[in-house]
């Protein structure tokens, strides 16, 4: 059953048929809000949103682009504006993750010092990623984290594949002189 089948279902009031789309898309839907929150809760909680935003939006798919198109763009603008609501986490939030790391221990390799220093450099990679102009986040964010080709991204982001081959170049330029003192070349 194709997609504009199930969204002809759904609209027709067969609202089970949603389930279907959110299975196909799930994965896909957090591995791009993840790479805009780099939280796990967050990311799951925007992927509802975004499902439910969908749901409600679904009427205004015309069939013009791919659905998966379409759900990234409503994927990406609901993480942004998420950003937006939620600029500074403040650092009571930030000393609670790193105190639940260090109690969590991903790695029993690594003493406290070293979680420490790896949650601090984590840290400011993902200040850095939040720190590029949104279009060049954006295309970074589509291409590391969801593995899209230039073409695809550009299809989301309604450019061309020279476009984003731009930002892509700008966004790891921006990255490397963000991050070299940091991680090293």
């Known amino acids: 059953m194709s997609e504009l089948q199930i969204i002809h279902e759904i609209l027709e009031g067969n609202s089970s048929k949603f389930n279907l789309l ?24 925007l992927t509802q949103d975004v499902f439910i935003r969908t749901f409600q939006a679904l009427k205004t798919f015309n069939g013009d682009a791919e659905f998966s198109t379409w759900l990234y763009r409503i994927t990406v603008n609901t993480s942004i504006n998420h950003l937006n609501k939620v600029k500074n986490r403040g650092f009571l939030h930030f000393a609670e993750d790193i105190l639940q790391h260090l109690f969590n221990r991903a ?79």
């Open 22 to 45: 959110v299975d196909k898309y799930q994965n896909m839907v957090f591995r791009t809000t993840i790479g805009f929150v780099h939280n796990k809760e967050d990311a799951e909680d």
């Open 107 to 185: 790695s029993e390799d690594k003493n406290p010092q070293q979680l420490l220093e790896q949650k601090e450099r984590d840290e400011l990679i993902r200040k850095a990623i939040d720190a590029l102009p949104e279009k060049q986040r954006i295309a970074f964010v589509l291409s590391k984290y969801d593995d899209l080709t230039q073409k695809e991204i550009a299809v989301i982001m309604e450019s061309t594949e020279g476009s984003v081959e731009q930002l892509l170049q700008r966004a790891k330029s921006n990255l490397q002189k963000k991050l070299s003192p940091i991680v090293g070349n």
